[in-house]
């Protein structure tokens, strides 16, 4: 609940404005800290916008996804539907699609050996996949020496 108590007043204003300007047909989170303020804005404003949650968490899902007052939540797994059935939510807005990932992520392209020649990792060492929001925590694992190599994506979202 804390990050979402902090996210709250650093964005319920632009969210104010951005609804009553754009005025989108529909809303959808892929964010679960945005969830309690989305909702708190559109009734601020009493619009009927539908308001839709796309959890991407597959098992342990963190509460905030299931803000009460979405209009539909996604989830990818038998797991979080339960979860989100334990809070005493409206079965009929929860819907078990799977992972919204493009399928072509999910094609073979190479074989490891053939990835790790490519990229110049050596065959006997572990890879480690780091997906991080911004490059902190990316700098962080540098500076005290916890990877020898790193590959990364980072995503900036504000």
Request: charged fraction near 20%.
């Amino acid at each position: 609940m804390a990050m979402t108590s902090l996210a709250t007043p650093l964005i319920f204003n632009g969210l104010l404005k951005l609804f009553t300007t754009i005025q989108p047909d529909v809303v959808v989170s892929i964010h679960p800290i945005i969830n309690f303020v989305t909702i708190r804005a559109l009734k601020q404003l009493g619009l009927k916008i539908p308001f839709i949650t796309v959890v991407t968490d597959l098992i342990s899902v963190h509460f905030s996804w299931f803000a009460p007052g979405a209009d539909a939540y996604i989830v990818p797994t038998e797991q979080a539907k339960q979860l989100y059935l334990k809070r005493k939510l409206d079965p009929k807005r929860v819907h078990m699609l799977g992972m919204p990932i493009d399928p072509k992520y999910t094609r073979e392209v190479a074989t490891k050996e053939e990835l790790r020649r490519k990229f110049g990792l050596a065959q006997d060492l572990p890879v480690v996949l780091l997906w991080a929001v911004a490059m902190g925590l990316v700098a962080c694992m540098l500076r005290y020496g916890l990877f020898h190599r790193l590959i990364c994506q980072c995503n900036y979202w504000w």
